[in-house]
């Protein structure tokens, strides 16, 4: 599953982890993905794989809009 959130683009970030001897090895951190279905309006049901940043814009800003603005951006749902 990739972790790149529909809405908001979160992706993983790199960084250190640093042991109690300040030792560093690599690793990465990602975000909190989901997979949610939602249902639009005309009656269609879309699957879209969404941080739990997203799922709060989709609740402040309701699915339509986001929605709109994805094919706005150009995302084929």
């Known amino acids: 599953m990739s972790f790149v959130c529909d809405v908001t683009g979160a992706e993983p ?3 250190n982890a640093v042991s109690h001897s300040h030792r560093r090895t690599r ?3 990602n975000p909190n993905i989901q997979r949610r279905r939602f249902r639009l309006a ?5 699957r879209l794989t969404v941080s739990t940043t997203g799922l ?4 402040r800003d309701g699915i339509e809009s986001v ?3 994805l094919r706005a951006k150009g ?3």
């Open 13 to 15: 970030s790199f960084g």
């Open 27 to 29: 690793r990465r951190w």
């Open 42 to 46: 005309e009656g269609r049901t879309i």
């Open 56 to 59: 709060k814009i989709i609740d």
């Open 67 to 69: 929605v709109a603005r």
């Open 75 to 77: 995302v084929k749902l």
